[in-house]
Nanobody, 118 residues
């Protein structure tokens, strides 16, 4: 049973920082891309950042220069700095991975709330 478990969300003041973590566990043969999405109330889910197995990264325009995605084996991190109220959302971890004896599929975490407010 493959799981993605996120942690690190919370309440932070504007200009502050948070670090999100997402650990993939279970019978995993290979992980390709790992990504962070977010969804604010009344808005569509958007891709925040992604990182491939080779370390190639992508950032959405709204977070470039402020967020950094990194990866260590089966865990992906999102370091968020200079946070703004508009960064408030539920952040979801996503991984394209191949469980043992199965094909590559998308997996999602349960989401973690990030609130930026004074």
């Amino acid at each position: 049973q493959v799981q993605l478990v996120e942690s690190g969300g919370g309440l932070v003041q504007p200009g502050g920082s948070l670090r999100l973590s997402c650990a993939a566990s279970g019978s995993i043969f290979e992980i390709n891309a790992m990504r962070w999405y977010r969804q604010a109330p009344g808005k569509q889910r958007e891709l925040v950042a992604s990182i491939t197995s080779g370390g190639t990264t992508y950032y959405g325009d709204s977070v470039k220069g402020r967020f950094t995605i990194s990866r260590d084996k089966n865990t992906v991190y999102l370091q968020m700095t200079s946070l703004k109220p508009e960064d408030t959302a539920v952040y979801y971890c996503n991984a394209v991975l191949r469980p043992v004896g199965d094909f590559f599929r998308d997996y999602w975490g349960q989401g973690t709330q990030v609130t930026v407010s004074s």
